[in-house]
Nanobody, 114 residues
Framework: QVQLVESGGGLVQAGGSLRLSCAAS????????RGWYRQAPGKERELVAA???????NYADSVKGRFTISRDNAKNTVYLQMNSLKPEDTAIYYC????????WGQGTHVTVSS
């Protein structure tokens, strides 16, 4: 059983920053990519950032240049540094494994005020 616990969200003003963390417990493949997803009100969940075991990253166009994903395999933890936040970044943020999706965690709420 794999559990994913997201944290670090909050309420910030436009232009502010947040650092999200995703702690995982259970058995994970070290070679698996990790990803951050978000679901805004009334919209589908989307992948916004991903990182491979080798450290290669990929970002959605909407966050490119503002968000940075990183991982610490020894701690089974993935991070998402979010800078220059915009109101359209408001969403619930989740982590998961794109190639081997686990049950979704509760997510962490990010609200960006204008």
């Amino acid at each position: 059983q794999v559990q994913l616990v997201e944290s670090g969200g909050g309420l910030v003003q436009a232009g502010g920053s947040l650092r999200l963390s995703c702690a995982a417990s259970g058995i994970l493949f070290s070679t698996d990519s990790r990803g951050w997803y978000r679901q805004a009100p009334g919209k589908e969940r989307e992948l916004v950032a991903a990182i491979t075991n080798g450290g290669s990253t990929n970002y959605a166009d909407s966050v490119k240049g503002r968000f940075t994903i990183s991982r610490d395999n020894a701690k089974n933890t993935v991070y998402l540094q979010m800078n220059s936040l915009k109101p359209e970044d408001t969403a619930i943020y989740y982590c998961n494994i794109p190639n081997r999706p686990r049950a979704w965690g509760q997510g962490t709420h990010v609200t960006v005020s204008s």
